[in-house]
């Protein structure tokens, strides 16, 4: 995590500029391109209650079934909606610890949860998608009889739970980038669902055995393709990489451009979570005088232009008796 760095030469007013600094918006916040809240709102805790109890027993269901049928094509839907509870279950948690204030301990609260459990829920998945992927190429060289009945059953079960979850986010699904995300989880169960029903009905028809590890292996595919891109933004996002849609020298040239700063150093954009964007930096700034409404300039530009909601700046006269330490090129 970066951190603001202090010194024994800091400025009189760096200590306003941390109080004016750390205003936060606690209503839409832009963060890659998006404005949404912070957080699901607390009516939406029965939706993922619902939700994800619906989809975990809907999972249980597909993996006894799958195993009964022996059909891969149901145990890698399986594993398709078991991301999705996973997913569901980390916004739920995210919305849940974000409404938590911070303590001595946590400064920060808990939002940085978010993050880290994102790391883990690509991870868990990556490992499930490399052993369904193993299995299916195995039975595309050894085909095996599929009960093309049961998988159309189970998978027209699972049609109905996603579509029904899909309803309890449609709400707020246009306001909360949190609860879209629910939603369209949701909506791509329904159609992987819909798709395995297809693949019961061609079994059921041509009996062609090759059917179920293709759809299988179709279904890895589309695990993978949204698996990778959260595998490496949540990778980024722990090792406090600058958040997607923010561009860092714009940041720094918004900085250079407040009035009567000549110099801008050690900048730091991170995210505190997976909506919550935090900056450090240091001004140079020759003239005193004015600090207080610098220093609101910068937050109001910040927050706006980039959805940064919780920035530190630290204000220096540049003084070459008092040089800082941090000033140094490639220094941290």
């Known amino acids: 995590m970066s951190h603001a760095h202090s010194h024994p030469h800091t400025h009189d007013h760096g200590h306003d500029g941390h109080e004016h600094a750390h205003g936060h918006d606690h209503g839409a916040l832009r963060f890659g391109g998006h404005h949404h809240h912070h957080h699901a709102p607390a009516s939406y805790d029965r939706a993922f209650a619902v939700g994800v109890a619906l989809n975990l027993g809907f999972v249980l269901a597909e993996v006894a079934f799958g195993l009964r049928a022996e059909s891969l094509a149901l145990l890698a839907d399986a594993g398709h909606n078991l991301s999705d509870v996973l997913a569901l279950a980390l916004a739920w948690a995210g919305s849940v610890l974000a409404r938590r204030g911070p303590t001595p301990r946590f400064t920060y609260g808990l939002r940085r949860f978010s993050i ?59 306001s909360d980038l949190n609860i879209r995300g629910a939603f369209l989880h949701m909506i791509a169960d329904a159609v992987a669902s819909a798709g395995v029903v297809l693949t019961g009905l061609l079994l059921a028809v041509t009996g062609w055995l090759w059917l179920d590890p293709a759809v299988s292996l179709l279904l890895v595919a589309v695990i993978m393709w949204s698996t990778w891109g959260l595998a490496r933004d949540s990778l980024d996002l722990a090792l406090d990489a600058v958040p997607p849609g923010i561009d860092f020298d714009a940041v720094c040239g918004v900085l250079r451009g407040l009035d009567g700063v000549v110099q801008v150093h050690d900048v730091h954009i991170w995210g505190m979570s997976t909506t919550d964007v935090a900056l450090t930096a240091h001004l140079v700034r020759p003239c005193p005088g004015g600090e207080d409404a610098l220093l609101a300039a910068a937050t109001r530009e910040l927050r706006s232009r980039f959805g940064i ?17 941090l000033a140094e090129p490639g220094r941290v």
């Open 116 to 174: 880290l459990a994102a790391v883990a829920n690509a991870g868990l998945l990556l490992i499930a998608v490399g052993a369904i992927a193993i299995e299916a190429v195995q039975r595309l060289r050894h085909p095996a009889p599929v009960a093309g009945g049961t998988v159309m059953i189970v998978a027209a079960i699972g049609i109905v739970i996603n579509v029904g979850t899909a309803l309890g986010f449609m709400r707020g699904r246009s």
């Open 309 to 325: 909601s919780h920035a530190t700046i630290q204000l220096e006269q540049g003084l070459a008796v008092h040089p800082c330490e």
